[in-house]
């Protein structure tokens, strides 16, 4: 195991960095009994290599800590096989379920060839009825790939569909104005008459 080129935290666990000649661009990382695994091309200079590990390190220890405390991807695997016999009948299937963490501008996404879901790991501090909805919505695409009547009458089942929407609409105009501006803007709107 090479010595790190980084500042590793001495609390968290070993770093071992695997650099290969065949990997040309991509620098990927995982966990391997209790170590972070780090591969990186071999052409990379000691100062991008460095940035690239503490990020991919960053990444991994992040990934730790929300399957730690949060919701595993298998739970939500789980979670979408209930929620899909609950409403449509056990027929979407998912093959994988997983928080991601790109994806700032949707709550999820899928890929219906190949039965993946992903959700954005912004939710997992959302609540249930929320994270159940967006992942019901996903599921529902596994079944229809548009937003036209079929779908909106599958997803008309949820009970709790207004209320999470509504939820994620506030969510969504904070990130959009920011807290601050949106209430100074409403006071503004609401005093003129």
């Keep these: 195991m090479d010595p790190?080129?980084?500042?590793?935290?001495?609390?968290?666990?070993?770093?071992?960095?695997?650099?290969?000649?065949r990997r040309k661009r991509t620098v990927s990382a995982r966990m391997e009994q209790g170590r972070i695994i780090v591969m990186v091309p071999a052409r990379l200079s000691q100062r991008e290599e460095a940035k690239l590990v503490k990020e991919m390190?960053?990444?991994?220890?992040?990934?730790?800590?929300r399957t730690q405390r949060g919701v595993s991807d298998e739970v939500l695997l789980t979670r979408a096989s209930q929620l899909s016999r609950r409403y449509l009948e056990g027929r979407a299937q998912p093959t994988v379920v997983r928080w991601v963490t790109?994806?700032?501008?949707?709550?999820?996404?899928?890929?219906?060839?190949t039965g993946h879901i992903r959700l954005s790991a912004r939710l997992q501090t959302m609540p249930r009825y929320v994270i159940?909805?967006?992942?019901?919505?996903e599921l529902v695409h596994l079944l229809v790939p548009d937003?036209?009547?079929r779908f909106h009458a599958l997803m008309e089942a949820y009970p709790d569909?207004?209320?999470?929407?509504?939820?994620?609409?506030?969510?969504?105009?904070?990130?959009?104005?920011?807290?601050?501006?949106g209430m100074s803007q409403a006071s503004d709107e609401i005093t003129e008459d």
């Design 102 to 113: 790109n994806q700032r501008n949707r709550w999820g996404s899928c890929t219906p060839t």
């Design 132 to 137: 159940d909805y967006v992942l019901l919505h």
């Design 57 to 65: 390190v960053a990444k991994v220890q992040s990934q730790q800590r």
């Design 147 to 149: 937003h036209g009547p």
């Design 4 to 21: 790190l080129p980084f500042d590793a935290d001495p609390a968290g666990p070993p770093v071992e960095i695997r650099r290969s000649a």
């Design 161 to 181: 569909l207004v209320r999470a929407r509504a939820f994620l609409d506030g969510v969504s105009h904070v990130d959009q104005v920011g807290i601050g501006d």
